[in-house]
């Protein structure tokens, strides 16, 4: 089926919804509100006369579930993280997801056509971005092919920059001390695995930069206050592709997190919710987003329509989205019911190893 006809077969007519209110998006505000709007919200518009308005927030499930147990829900659609879209969901705040009323992929399907954990029963998903090993490429001679060069001073010195978090962190000095990427969290789970996940940290303790905020790890890497550093994938493929610095990404170990969209429970635009939904997660507009951001597409029919980046018109995107084929090899998906459960155990524990000597 034609791209375009696959398009029109999700939506519906436009006439009746001239008149609405607008479909209000609920999202984190930022050049990533701005990519949902560019690639998705304004093309809706277009396409069936229905407007659409963003709020921004820093906690757009919160807003849902504040909504909701209010009885006065204003949004019509939330972009939340997997894990806040499985709670919303599993609490009664969210409309479930009809298959049936999602795009299909060229070879007609649906379902299959997502990468598996993206299309649950209230969240169906929109992107996928990482957390990666970012490099200085001008600085170090060899460069590295493991997570465990991460940790390894003496073949790659210089300092080393991670986020102050157990999160990510911890997981990557597993990966690191050879646990293999499908045990990381049953090893994680046990306390013999958070204290060998401390040790593998101890080794390169003296050398770490911490960061708390997504902008840092470039600029410690930018100003040559380290080496490697744990980062997020989008911030250096703008550094090194719009900026020029010359940063890598070693793709081995990269720690996947999924976002995509619910519609709150009683949304008032309920149908034209559905259709937005459809619309923005057809493999054309989620192949379109990719070209605009370095955020990986959930559905394996929309990686092959992938074209070049935006920002440039000659940049083919698709090498650089953590959901390439050859970046998903070694890949990580971080698992939110993991650390909705261990969570406040394993950030105890880290933090009172970073306060000891």
Known sequence: MHRSLILAAVMLAAPAWAQQKPLVIVSWGG???????AAMARPFTERTGHPVRFVDTDDPAGMVKAQVEAGNVSADVASVGQGAGMRLCEEGDAEPIDPSRLAPAPDGTVAEDFLPGTLTECFVATDIYSTVIAYDAGRLETPP????????LQRFPGRRGLGRTPQFTMELALVGDGVPLDQVYDVLATPEGVERALAKLDTIRDEIVW???????IQLLADGEVAL?????GRV??????????LAILWDAQMLEVEGWVI????????AARDFVAFSTSPEVLAHAAEILPYGPPRRSAQAMVG??????TTPMGPHLPTAPDNMTSSLFVDPAFWADHETELRA?????LGSE
């Open 31 to 37: 050049d990533f509100a701005a990519l949902q709007d």
């Open 145 to 152: 092919a493991t997570a465990a060069d991460f940790f390894d």
């Open 211 to 217: 960061w708390e905020a997504g902008a840092q790890p």
């Open 229 to 233: 550093a744990h980062a997020y994938n």
């Open 237 to 246: 493929f703008k550094a090194a592709q719009v900026d020029g610095l010359p």
């Open 264 to 271: 709150p429970k009683g949304a008032p635009n309920l149908e």
């Open 308 to 313: 070049n980046f935006v920002g440039d018109g």
């Open 349 to 353: 524990r880290f933090t009172a190893w």
